[in-house]
């Protein structure tokens, strides 16, 4: 009894964890909109103090070891950070771009797209259930999209489409290269948007209210990798797919109590399709996962 009295604490606190992380990560939207500094100078900051902190928990995870193991990346990890890199990128900008809404709704097909993508490359087999919630959520893009026909934010819709896509390429490649440090190439990924915004702009010219912002950006692009990670460990991942979806409905309502931004009626019906694709997939996988192996089977 005792046993599994400890298994309950650990699921309650794995669950905690994941839906903390998709709160934290929720703000992206809201702190990107808030910070008057161009795209190249967001990402500097935000990846020099993300670098900063994933590396820092890097280090905690793997204390007692070599720290030239423990920060080795490989050339699979680098190609990850660098896809992570461009994704990210154009994540930033198409905040800047479009309403925060519609960059949360595109985002949450990324799973659909990365199915996708590793049924393309023999990676993984496409599944029925999954074929079916990627065509809603198509569908849900599509009116999302349709709303900015002729209006600014078309070109942000576009960037947050790119960027998903990229972020689909990243799930294929994390599963397709297991031994790869996931977290410390995120964290690498952040440090390489560092560095090449250096390059871009001058990060120091920012006003105080922007610098204060830049680094509770980055903390809580760090915070949610971490709580990610940590969660993810102490459940299903089926089960942290689910909680995760809870970071769409709170980028959006985040965004209209701190922003009051009020994106048209398409994004709000397209939100409603491509939410129920996302969620009534993932707790399909919740319901078969949670079933004995004997019954899943059948």
């Given at each position: 009894?005792?046993?599994?009295?400890?298994?309950?604490?650990?699921?309650?606190?794995?669950?905690?964890?994941?839906?903390?992380?998709?709160?934290?990560?929720?703000?992206?939207?809201?702190?990107?909109?808030?910070?008057?500094?161009?795209?190249?100078?967001?990402?500097?900051?935000?990846?020099?103090?993300?670098?900063?902190?994933?590396?820092?928990?890097v280090a905690w995870r793997g204390r007692g070891q070599p720290l030239a193991?423990?920060?080795?990346?490989?050339?699979?990890?680098?190609?990850?950070?660098?896809?992570?890199?461009?994704?990210?990128?154009?994540?930033?900008?198409?905040?800047?771009?479009?309403?925060?809404?519609?960059?949360?709704?595109?985002?949450?097909?990324?799973?659909?797209?990365?199915?996708?993508?590793?049924?393309?490359?023999?990676?993984?087999?496409?599944?029925?259930?999954?074929?079916?919630?990627?065509?809603?959520?198509?569908?849900?893009?599509?009116?999302?999209?349709?709303?900015?026909?002729?209006?600014?934010?078309?070109?942000?819709?576009?960037?947050?489409?790119?960027?998903?896509?990229?972020?689909?390429?990243?799930?294929?490649?994390?599963?397709?290269?297991?031994?790869?440090?996931?977290?410390?190439?995120?964290?690498?990924?952040?440090?390489?948007?560092?560095?090449?915004?250096?390059?871009?702009?001058?990060?120091?010219?920012?006003?105080?209210?922007?610098?204060?912002?830049?680094?509770?950006?980055?903390?809580?692009?760090?915070?949610?990798?971490?709580?990610?990670?940590?969660?993810?460990r102490r459940i299903a991942a089926a089960e942290s797919a689910l909680f995760?979806?809870?970071?769409?409905?709170?980028?959006?309502?985040?965004?209209?109590?701190?922003?009051?931004?009020?994106?048209?009626?398409?994004?709000?019906?397209?939100?409603?399709?491509?939410?129920?694709?996302?969620?009534?997939?993932?707790?399909?996988?919740?319901?078969?996962?949670?079933?004995?192996?004997?019954?899943?089977?059948?």
């Amino acid at each position: 009894m005792a046993g599994q009295g400890s298994e309950i604490k650990v699921h309650r606190l794995g669950v905690l964890l994941v839906a903390t992380s998709a709160l934290v990560y929720s703000l992206t939207g809201v702190l990107t909109k808030l910070i008057t500094s161009d795209t190249w100078t967001i990402a500097c900051w935000r990846g020099l103090l993300g670098a900063l902190f994933v590396a820092l928990y890097v280090a905690w995870r793997g204390r007692g070891q070599p720290l030239a193991r423990v920060f080795r990346l490989g050339w699979k990890g680098w190609v990850l950070a660098t896809v992570g890199s461009l994704s990210s990128l154009a994540f930033i900008a198409a905040f800047k771009l479009t309403y925060v809404a519609n960059v949360a709704v595109i985002y949450a097909t990324a799973p659909f797209m990365a199915a996708a993508l590793g049924w393309l490359a023999a990676v993984e087999t496409f599944r029925r259930a999954t074929m079916a919630a990627a065509a809603l959520s198509l569908l849900g893009v599509t009116v999302v999209v349709s709303g900015g026909l002729g209006a600014g934010s078309l070109l942000g819709d576009g960037l947050a489409l790119l960027m998903t896509l990229g972020n689909a390429f990243y799930m294929v490649l994390i599963r397709a290269f297991r031994d790869t440090p996931a977290v410390l190439a995120g964290g690498m990924s952040a440090f390489q948007l560092f560095v090449l915004g250096w390059f871009v702009v001058d990060p120091l010219a920012v006003s105080p209210k922007d610098a204060l912002l830049l680094v509770l950006f980055g903390l809580s692009f760090a915070l949610a990798v971490i709580l990610w990670t940590e969660g993810t460990r102490r459940i299903a991942a089926a089960e942290s797919a689910l909680f995760g979806t809870a970071e769409t409905p709170f980028a959006i309502i985040l965004a209209w109590l701190i922003l009051v931004e009020l994106p048209p009626a398409s994004s709000f019906i397209g939100g409603v399709i491509v939410l129920s694709a996302v969620v009534s997939h993932a707790w399909y996988d919740f319901v078969r996962d949670a079933k004995p192996k004997h019954a899943q089977a059948r």
